[in-house]
Each structure stands twice: as C-alpha cells, then as structure tokens.
Nanobody, 124 residues
C-alpha cells in the first residue's frame, strides 16, 4: 500500500500563490508517476500536472502551463505543486495521485493511489 498525504491548500486572492505538497509513504518503491488532479462539484476530476520519479519527465494541462510548477524531492518522497497567478477558475479540491505507469497519463483511471485532497479557494 502507498499512502499519500496532501497539504498546503487554503484561501488566496486572485493573483496569489500557493504551494501544495504530497508526501508518499508505505510501499512506494516502484511507483513511477505522480500526478496532481483537481475536481469541482459536478465535474469530472481534471488532470493538472504529472511528474515521473526518475528521469524528470513533466507534463501540464494547458490551463495551468506557465503558472504552475511541479517538482519532486526524492529524498523526502514528496512532490510539490507551486501554483502562481491563481484565478477563481483554479478553485477546486486538489488531489495527489500515484501510479505504476512509465509515462505520464492524464486519465485518472491509470492512477492507483490517491490522497484525501486539499481545498484550494481563490477569491476574486
């Protein structure tokens, strides 16, 4: 089992920044890809960004390119999502996910483990 714990969400004004963290524990050896997703009520979970533990491959949704930055600290088994220039459209529950894939995939169906989510609210 792999446990994922997100933190760093909160309330911020338009144009502000937040940094989300996702700490992985448990049998995480072999996990290849970590992802961030977000979801608002009534909508499907949306891919935000992904990163591979090794090799450094990174991917972003078009809606966050140039504003969000994903990174990892292998020693701490932690993935980060730096979110800048936030807008009210970024308001959502943000989830961290982990999967055994060797490439970054945007479909949530490919990810095996999920955190509990952290709320991000951007006020106008």
């Amino acid at each position: 089992q792999v446990q994922l714990v997100e933190s760093g969400g909160g309330l911020v004004q338009t144009g502000g920044s937040l940094r989300l963290s996702c700490a992985a524990s448990g049998r995480s050896f072999g996990i290849y890809t970590m992802g961030w997703f977000r979801q608002v009520p009534g909508k499907e979970r949306e891919f935000v960004s992904g990163i591979r533990w090794s090799g450094g491959s990174i991917d972003y949704a078009d809606s966050v390119k140039g504003r969000f930055t994903i990174s990892r600290d292998n020693a701490k088994n932690t993935v980060y999502l730096q979110m800048d220039s936030l807008t009210p459209e970024d308001t959502a529950l943000y989830y961290c996910a982990a999967g055994w894939m060797t490439t970054i995939l945007a479909s949530s169906a490919h990810y095996t483990y999920w955190g509990q989510g952290t709320q991000v609210t951007v006020s106008s």
